[in-house]
């Protein structure tokens, strides 16, 4: 199976610190995306980073990619409360548009 | 955009009947997607379509699920008969952007009694 996996399966921390969440996956990618999912809602898109790059930032969040090593981590900084979610990393297929999700890391955020 | 839409919500049904899910994904969106998530299985994509086409269902359960998508702007996932075990959120995901970025919907609460 290409699906990646999440590492921390959960995470707790105090506002304000930063949160670090691992994806590990199997085969080659194009591309990796990170993924946020509140209880009870849709997954929504947070960061795309493609195979040839290793770093990328988006507001609070960091994403690096580490191709050799077929893992990704996600960075979320000085965390909030409203960041309480779970995070899933999702990898392409080579010639298919479907995606293979992880397991997701459930991460709250301590006020 | 509204977004990805799904009805209903909720759904609340008996063992045997007949369930029908519906997506209608964004405007101008070539690929359509149908995962299901349990606690204990997590996010599991059943079927997806590119261009109305399905593509590999190879994730569809058993003979009991059914998924068509007659259009561009509509597709429906059946469940006859449902089960106990079918409970489970059902989501329906579009995408149509050069890297593949998925919009999901709200999903859909299936509960079998």
């Known amino acids: 199976s290409q699906q990646g996996e999440e590492d921390p399966q959960a995470l707790s921390i105090q506002e304000g610190e930063n949160a670090t969440m691992n994806c590990s996956y199997k085969t080659s990618i194009n591309n990796l995306q990170w993924y946020r999912q509140n209880s009870g809602r849709g997954l929504v898109h947070l960061i795309l980073i493609r195979s040839n790059e290793r770093e990328k930032h988006s507001g609070r969040l960091r994403v690096t990619l580490d191709t050799s090593k077929k893992s990704s981590s996600l960075l979320i900084t000085a965390s909030r409360a409203a960041d309480t979610a779970s995070y899933f990393c999702?990898?392409?297929?080579?010639?298919?548009?479907?995606?293979?999700f992880g397991t997701g890391t459930r991460l709250t955020v301590i006020p | 955009d509204a977004g990805v839409i799904q009805s209903p919500r909720h759904e609340v049904t008996e063992m045997g009947q007949e369930v029908t899910l519906r997506c209608k994904p964004i405007s101008g969106h070539n690929s359509l997607f149908w995962y299901r998530q349990t606690m204990m299985r997590g996010l599991e994509l059943l079927i997806y379509f590119n261009n109305n086409v399905p593509i590999d269902d190879s994730g569809m359960p058993e003979d009991r699920f059914s998924a068509k998508m007659p259009n561009a702007s509509f597709s429906t996932l059946k469940i006859q008969p449902s089960e106990p075990r079918d409970s489970a959120v059902y989501f329906c995901a579009s995408s149509g952007t050069r890297y593949n970025e998925q919009f999901f919907g709200p999903g859909t609460r299936l509960t079998v009694l």
């Open positions: 999702a990898t392409d297929a080579a010639g298919a548009n479907n995606l293979f």
